[in-house]
């Protein structure tokens, strides 16, 4: 279980081809306090710490997390939102976050708002249930809030803003149009989506 508030951004140094996916990814964590089993999300999705050393962890991608993420994602040189699993007791910064990837969205517009930047979204009909003006939503690990959602006929588009210290310490200060990020839902959205489907049956 994550907060949706990065505490670092790691590089992926290497890459292996086995049966999964072996990534090896540069961190600026004291890796002797991780230990192997522990979970770390990067950039949104759960992942298994199966090695470390001084400077890195590694973890095994499957490849259904590869079908479900971001394209481009696995790659060496990538930067990568990390945060660690919370611990009981933690203050929840942001809101619930799994670390289990919904869906990806594609950025269509990054615009200036003071030093802010308004960044819209289009996202699959699938999700956009999902998706409410001023509910939560995590993207690529960030715990960030709608602005607004737009309906279309075949997509939906949303916004969210990035204030000044969120562009600096996440890789989300570097999107452009056209960049894929992974998306995670509102854990509460879907379990009230579940509930309300049994209601109309």
Request: glycine share 10%; hydrophobic share 40%; net charge negative.
């Amino acid at each position: 279980m994550f907060t949706g508030i990065v505490t670092d951004i790691g590089t992926i140094r290497q890459i292996e081809q086995r049966g999964d996916t072996r990534v090896v990814i540069a961190t600026g964590y004291d890796v002797a306090t991780i230990d192997l089993g522990a979970s770390i999300s990067c950039s949104g999705i759960c992942l298994t710490v199966v090695d470390k050393a001084p400077g890195w962890f590694a973890v095994d991608v499957s490849n259904e997390t590869r079908s479900r993420t971001a394209q481009g994602q696995w790659t060496e040189g990538r930067p990568l939102n990390l945060e660690r699993a919370m611990k009981l007791g933690d203050e929840l910064g942001g809101h619930i976050v799994t670390g289990h990837i919904d869906g990806v969205a594609e950025v269509t517009d990054v615009t200036a708002d003071g030093d802010s930047r308004r960044i819209a979204f289009r996202i699959t009909p699938e999700l956009a249930p999902f998706l409410a003006p001023k509910g939560s939503v995590t993207i690529d690990g960030v715990s960030l809030t709608v602005n607004a959602v737009e309906d279309a006929a075949n997509d939906t588009l949303f916004t969210v803003n990035l204030i000044p210290h969120t562009q600096a310490v996440t890789t989300l200060g570097a999107l452009k149009a056209g960049h894929a990020v992974n998306v995670e839902i509102d854990v509460l959205a879907r379990y009230l989506q579940r509930m309300e489907h049994y209601r109309g049956r």
